[in-house]
């Protein structure tokens, strides 16, 4: 197992997993919550086999990173993000960011720069600003994040249990994916941290992007499911779209949040034919 041995803003040290694939030009793959590297399954195979080197790693307190109690703000996820960059000496990267991962990409991006990074990917992403304000009045109202942490705080096998499936859109009369597939799914964001799954939902939930979205400065292609029910499309893939600069947004059908389960090869192509048009 890889890991890169970091040091955070804090002067923590951290050791983050992460999973080292196949040869050719460098994406690094930000998973959402609450999942790990595991999530990317399906866009590894493909990536891998189109001629790419891909770099899949843990967020701390997820999957077999290390699992510290504090440091999950954007600012110290972004740093470790940087940190691993640095370890890998990464140049000339597309960073890929799905959900609260497409909240480090803009975080990073706006905090570091893009000295090694030369495209970005935003996947049914959580910025410009989830929480409605009243300079935001698009966001979603407190009270529904409110209640998110006190289900993970109640049972949080039950709540993810449901989540997952709203997660795929899985209905009983219309299955997204197989019964299998879904408990693998949430067996991956049962082991992660408690502490970690709580704070996440005030990272993501709480964490404004706008400022972030205005300095990326790499061409950025922004992917998001038309019938996405944990991050709706006109909140959020589409803002973000308008607000930075050189974006383009593609709109997959029927696409609900976990496109990279339910719309696989489609997502795998539009990834794909972006990476081929930077070269």
């Known amino acids: 197992m890889a890991y890169a041995n970091i040091v955070d803003s804090n002067n923590n040290v951290i050791d983050l997993y992460y999973q080292d694939c196949g040869q050719g030009p460098t994406v690094v793959l930000i998973h959402g919550w609450p999942l790990s590297h595991r999530m ?34 954007y600012d110290t996820l972004a740093d470790d993000l940087e940190g691993l960059l640095e370890h890998l000496d990464l140049t000339d990267t597309t960073l890929v960011g799905f959900s609260m991962g497409g909240g480090e990409v803009a975080r990073y991006l706006g905090r570091h720069g893009s000295k090694r990074i ?10 410009p600003y989830m929480l409605k304000t009243d300079d935001n009045p698009e966001g979603v109202d407190q009270a529904i994040f409110d209640d998110m942490l006190a289900n993970v705080k109640k049972d949080r096998p039950g709540f993810l249990g449901g989540f997952g499936k709203l997660f795929v859109n899985h209905e009983g009369q219309a299955p997204t994916l197989s019964d299998e597939l879904l408990a693998y799914n949430q067996s991956i964001a049962n082991f992660a941290s408690p502490r970690a799954t709580q704070e996440c939902i005030k990272a993501f939930g709480f964490t404004d992007f706008r400022q972030d979205l205005e300095k990326i400065d790499v061409t950025t292609l922004v992917i998001h499911g038309d019938d996405d029910q944990i991050v709706p499309l006109a909140n959020s893939g589409q803002r973000s779209s308008d607000m930075i600069k050189n974006a383009r947004l593609e709109i997959v059908k029927d696409g609900p949040h976990g496109l990279n389960f339910t719309h696989a090869q489609e997502l795998n192509t539009l990834l794909i034919d972006f990476l081929k048009q930077g070269r």
């Open 40 to 73: 990317w399954e399906y866009q590894i195979n493909a990536l891998t086999e189109a001629g790419y080197r891909c770099i899949a790693y843990d967020r701390r307190g997820f999957g077999d990173s290390e699992k510290p109690w504090d440091g999950y703000d």
């Open 118 to 127: 030369r495209g970005a990917v935003l996947i049914g992403a959580v910025p």
